[in-house]
């Protein structure tokens, strides 16, 4: 009888989608993939984390326009996202642009019988859409918890205590790092993980160099 070899296929292998984490001896590392592809790392993310929140999130990570994961490849699929979690309260802020001026004054509509604030702004080719959740940084979020994170960094510190009581409304017209708030503001208001913001703090610092 005539050996015949069996077929040898090589396996595929999965590319990496998702967060992962490095443990390491002072810091973990979190590193984000899309089908492969690495969009970012995150080289001092803390060994624990005090601060917990509902709208804190790595998803609320993914909406901030510096990438398009496999699940959310258009621009349109991230803004009904924002919109949607928000609404949800699994997103504390939201910023989003309409083409046109019945779109933004729809959506606000909507968040707005959803019991959230919304306003939208004129742009240049477009209407920008602003909502986000009633109440001050106090009300919404475990205050006390955020300074233990934020304990390497006393000016953060009492920045938190200083504006404890600002609105999130009042993030309408300075909601980014480029129009006057600060990093941990942006991070925490728009839900995005306090690790990574954190991270970027000790990047920066003299902390760990």
């Not at 595929?12 to 590392?29: A, D, L, Q, S, V």
């Not at 790392?41 to 326009?65: T, W």
């Not at 909507?110 to 240049?124: I, Q």
């Not at 205050?143 to 934020?150: G, I, N, Q, R």
């Amino acid at each position: 009888m005539k050996y015949i070899p069996k077929k040898i296929t090589a396996m595929k292998k999965k590319k990496k989608h998702g967060i992962f984490i490095k443990e390491g001896k002072f810091f973990n590392i979190k590193i984000i993939y899309d089908q492969g592809k690495k969009l970012y790392q995150y080289d001092f993310i803390p060994k624990k984390i005090y601060f917990k929140s509902p709208m804190i999130n790595d998803f609320n990570q993914h909406l901030s326009g510096g990438w398009y994961i496999a699940e959310m490849p258009t621009e349109e699929d991230v803004k009904k996202q924002i919109f949607q979690r928000t609404i949800d309260r699994k997103k504390p802020f939201g910023v989003l642009c309409q083409n046109t001026l019945e779109e933004a004054k729809q959506y606000c509509e909507v968040a707005k019988l959803k019991g959230l604030f919304c306003e939208y702004k004129k742009r240049e080719k477009s209407y920008q859409v602003i909502l986000g959740q009633k109440g001050s940084l106090y009300d919404l979020f475990d205050l006390e918890s955020l300074k233990k994170d934020y304990a390497d960094f006393d000016d953060i510190v009492k920045e938190i205590d200083a504006k404890k009581y600002k609105k999130l409304s009042e993030y309408i017209d300075t909601w980014d790092t480029e129009l006057g708030a600060k990093l941990w503001e942006t991070g925490l208001i728009l839900g995005y993980p306090i690790e990574n913001t954190l991270s970027l703090y000790y990047k920066n610092s003299k902390i760990v160099k």
